[in-house]
């Protein structure tokens, strides 16, 4: 299977993190696409109130619902710090015939030469980019047949927002898909 592997902290999961793994998924190549949710450290956890656990259990209400999408807890086993080209070789280890792909937003594309082993994430693994706004993606044509623009819809939704919001008491609805915010009011989460 080809798997794409999209990292992030989804702190908490909104529905741009959706919307791009809903639209990669229905137009690329992929068999799967895993949404690896990142341990945070004690003292982020401290910081925000959220547990990592939270932030899983919000990544499994989304992905359940997206075709060919799922929740992994993989980097939670890893030892840490965990640098992407880790996981990467991690993941090949533990499912030696599978091929994966790292799917990254332009924001990190930019900054993608101070990557641990950026060009070796390319060369055996592949990068697709998905756009942000204010983010030019170039591609040099020395590895432009293993990095691929995503034509995929710009959503300006972050999760600083959606932290900001709940913690001045302001809706969420529509930040965040409904069970998101269900749990996220359930558990009280964000709200210092």
């Not at 899983?56 to 992994?72: C, D, K, P, Q, Y």
């Not at 091929?99 to 990068?127: C, M, P, Q, T």
């Not at 710009?154 to 302001?170: C, H």
Request: avoid cysteine.
């Amino acid at each position: 299977m080809r798997i794409g592997i999209y990292g992030g902290s989804f702190n908490p999961i909104h529905t741009g993190h959706a919307i791009i793994a809903n639209h990669v998924m229905s137009h690329s190549d992929l068999d799967a696409l895993w949404l690896m949710v990142a341990p945070h450290n004690p003292l982020k956890e401290a910081e925000y109130g959220v547990s990592s656990r939270d932030r899983l259990l919000m990544t499994e209400r989304v992905s359940r619902r997206l075709a060919g999408v799922e929740t992994s807890a993989f980097e939670f086993e890893l030892p840490r710090p965990s640098y992407t080209i880790n996981t990467l070789d991690a993941l090949k280890e533990r499912f030696p015939d599978d091929e994966f792909v790292l799917l990254i937003g332009a924001d990190n594309w930019v900054v993608w030469n101070s990557w641990k082993e950026h060009d070796r994430i390319i060369s055996d693994y592949g990068v697709m980019i998905y756009p942000r706004l204010g983010y030019d993606v170039i591609i040099p044509d020395s590895v432009s047949s293993r990095v691929t623009l995503v034509d995929a819809p710009v959503i300006e939704v972050s999760s600083t927002i959606v932290r900001e919001r709940v913690a001045s008491g302001q809706s969420i609805e529509f930040y965040v898909p409904a069970d998101v915010a269900l749990y996220i009011e359930s558990h009280g989460l964000y709200k210092h």
